[in-house]
């Protein structure tokens, strides 16, 4: 299983930012799917997490209404748009797979196989 996470970078307070998150190694199309962010001294927390259909997803309240998780089964890609970005959001982005494929849990625990994750830096 290879998870490749691509997209960060630096953006003002108020910007977007696409992240994509390539996978192989795996069928991508059966397993749920979830994004996770680390800021420096601080635990990984989860940020926003899809079903293997694509038609059902949930988020974290601090980016509800700015960010939204989707994916495309054809293209084995996992997506986050980041739009309204504020300084808080600022940190080490990482898409993950469900532990076994159909697991919809928050928290780290939940997941397995990480990506090695994209830097998103946001200038106040």
């Known amino acids: 299983v290879q998870l490749v996470e691509s997209g960060g970078g630096l953006v003002q307070a108020g910007g977007s930012l696409r992240l994509s998150c390539a996978a192989s190694?795996?069928?991508?199309?059966?397993?749920?799917m979830g994004w996770f962010r680390q800021a420096p001294r601080k635990e990984r927390e989860f940020v926003a997490r899809i079903n293997w259909l694509g038609d059902s997803s949930a988020y974290a309240d601090s980016v509800k209404g700015r960010f939204t998780i989707s994916r495309d089964n054809a293209k084995n890609t996992l997506y986050l748009q980041m739009n309204s970005l504020r300084p808080e959001d600022a940190a080490v982005y990482y898409c993950?797979?469900?532990?076994?494929?159909?697991?919809?849990?928050?928290?780290?625990?939940?997941?397995?196989?990480w990506g090695q994750g994209a830097q998103v830096t946001v200038s106040s």
């Open positions: 190694g795996y069928t991508f199309s059966t397993y749920n």
């Open positions: 993950a797979l469900a532990e076994g494929g159909r697991r919809t849990g928050t928290t780290p625990l939940d997941y397995g196989n």
